[in-house]
């Protein structure tokens, strides 16, 4: 559910009640196309640890989310064309938990809810025939005898995918809603690292900032002082801050609605070239985002952000060769080894970033470059992420010191950034007519602006 919004519930309610009126023309056309006549949609079941009584942390499923901002197990959205959707609201009796709250909010007056304690009720208060919806989520015990037409079938899953790339006014405001929330995390992160705190106690001024839960995160922050900031996917959170502080990466995101952002910032602990360094990035970023417009080719994109770290690494005296032979010879991927950035959404990394239509087919990814999470064409509404980033890892650098690479690298400029682990800076982008918003920017500037 949405937490604490500058967004009036009014405004929030006519913005996504224009949004599913497309949600149910966009799903009608997709049905039709697939040969279904109506859809259910489940939010998923709570996952039990094995050999416990516990479970797992709950994370509705994205396409329940994407209509609506609920977030509790065994609940299922029926849409039928030309008739209000059917929310049926689980709710079951138990004193070994507090149940849910009945749904309220901007978005409840737009569904038929039904209320029900299990899923034996949740299927009595569906249609008897089932025979000709498409069921999309896990299968579950029971789901056999509900006679459903098909489960997940692919074809309608690609086209409801598809569209989910351009994002409504609805969608947006969620979206800026949730880099507000971010920037203000990251913030507090900042205070805590000059402050000398651990990892694990930069996370925790990130949370209370934020006021979420570490499970109510889209992901679980990365937060990585000194050299653990090479480790692109960290995720130790050490509870002792080191002897002594070069360096901070925090990767971390808030949740609005459903609504993701994610954000990146790198920080020198008072290291003077490190700081430049990362002056550099931000300006190479600030570049790759001026190049973020309806038309541009993401594929294009990515391969300008390894022409720009070709010179940034030439800038910094990392390289013994110019740019242009840096880039030729593939030392770029030594230093910046992922994608330049992906969709983002209802899901960090959203649906539908290679597809070349609704009907089929995937545009790939550059020669040598496997890890690129996006290759469409950008069009305005499309929300994305820009995250250039430099990493001294030990694994990347040892592969490339034992081949014709190693006369190209500056081993002991090398040697002596290893200990700050890197740099990313990552901002969330929503592509407009004329250019792109830049939504993390915007969020940092009116949480630091005077009230």
């Known amino acids: 559910m949405p937490g604490a919004t500058t967004l009036p519930a009014s405004e929030l309610s006519s913005l996504f009640g224009a949004y599913l009126q497309a949600v149910c023309r966009r799903s009608a056309q997709a049905l039709a196309s697939c040969g279904y006549r109506a859809l259910l949609v489940h939010s998923g079941s709570l996952l039990p640890v094995f050999e416990d009584d516990r479970t797992y942390p709950f994370e509705a499923n994205a396409p329940f989310k994407v209509w609506t901002p609920l977030a509790e197990p065994d609940c299922f959205v029926y849409f039928q064309p030309d008739q209000i959707p059917v929310l049926v609201f689980n709710q079951p009796t138990n004193y070994w938990h507090k149940p849910p709250a009945p749904p309220e909010g901007y978005w409840t007056a737009y569904f038929d809810i039904r209320t029900c304690p299990d899923r034996e009720s949740a299927r009595a208060v569906l249609p008897p025939d089932l025979g000709t919806t498409a069921y999309l989520g896990e299968a579950f015990a029971e789901l056999g005898s509900w006679g459903t037409a098909a489960k997940n079938p692919a074809?309608?899953?690609?086209?409801?995918?598809?569209?989910?790339?351009?994002?409504?006014?609805?969608?947006?405001?969620?979206?800026?809603?949730?880099?507000?929330?971010?920037?203000?995390?990251?913030?507090?992160?900042?205070?805590?690292?000059?402050?000398?705190?651990?990892?694990?106690?930069?996370?925790?001024?990130?949370?209370?900032?934020?006021?979420?839960?570490?499970?109510?995160?889209?992901?679980?922050?990365?937060?990585?002082?000194?050299?653990?900031?090479?480790?692109?996917?960290?995720?130790?959170?050490?509870?002792?801050a080191p002897a002594a502080r070069?360096?901070?990466?925090?990767?971390?995101?808030?949740?609005?609605?459903?609504?993701?952002?994610?954000?990146?910032?790198?920080?020198?602990?008072?290291?003077?070239?490190?700081?430049?360094?990362?002056?550099?990035?931000?300006?190479?970023?600030?570049?790759?985002?001026?190049?973020?417009?309806?038309?541009?080719?993401?594929?294009?994109?990515?391969?300008?952000?390894?022409?720009?770290?070709?010179?940034?690494?030439?800038?910094?005296?990392?390289?013994?060769?110019?740019?242009?032979?840096?880039?030729?010879?593939?030392?770029?991927?030594?230093?910046l080894p992922h994608g330049i950035g992906h969709l983002l959404g209802l899901e960090v990394h959203d649906a539908g970033g290679f597809m070349r239509s609704p009907e089929g087919g995937d545009?790939?990814?550059?020669?040598g470059h496997p890890y690129l999470r996006l290759t469409r064409t950008l069009e305005e509404g499309f929300v994305v992420t820009m995250e250039p980033g430099i990493y001294f890892i030990d694994s990347l650098l040892q592969a490339a010191q034992a081949d014709?690479?190693?006369?190209?690298?500056?081993?002991?400029?090398?040697?002596?950034?290893?200990?700050?682990?890197?740099?990313?800076?990552?901002?969330?982008?929503?592509?407009?007519?004329?250019?792109?918003?830049?939504?993390?920017?915007?969020?940092?500037?009116?949480?630091?602006s005077p009230t």
């Open 155 to 240: 074809r309608l899953i690609r086209h409801l995918d598809f569209g989910r790339a351009v994002k409504s006014p609805y969608e947006l405001a969620c979206l800026r809603e949730a880099s507000r929330l971010g920037a203000r995390g990251h913030l507090a992160a900042q205070r805590a690292f000059a402050a000398g705190e651990s990892e694990f106690g930069i996370e925790l001024a990130f949370l209370a900032a934020c006021g979420l839960r570490e499970q109510e995160l889209p992901y679980n922050p990365i937060i990585a002082l000194n050299e653990s900031a090479s480790v692109l996917h960290y995720q130790v959170l050490e509870k002792h």
């Open 246 to 335: 070069h360096s901070l990466l925090i990767d971390a995101g808030a949740e609005f609605a459903g609504y993701a952002s994610d954000i990146t910032r790198t920080y020198s602990a008072g290291d003077g070239d490190f700081s430049a360094l990362i002056a550099r990035m931000h300006a190479m970023q600030h570049a790759l985002c001026e190049g973020v417009r309806p038309g541009a080719d993401w594929r294009e994109v990515h391969l300008r952000a390894h022409r720009l770290t070709a010179q940034v690494l030439q800038e910094a005296e990392i390289l013994t060769c110019s740019a242009d032979e840096a880039l030729a010879a593939g030392v770029t991927s030594v230093f």
């Open 404 to 448: 014709k690479r190693a006369r190209l690298i500056n081993w002991s400029r090398v040697k002596t950034l290893r200990k700050f682990g890197g740099i990313r800076i990552e901002d969330d982008l929503a592509v407009t007519a004329t250019g792109c918003e830049n939504l993390t920017r915007e969020a940092f500037r009116a949480e630091l």
């Open 363 to 367: 545009i790939p990814r550059p020669e």
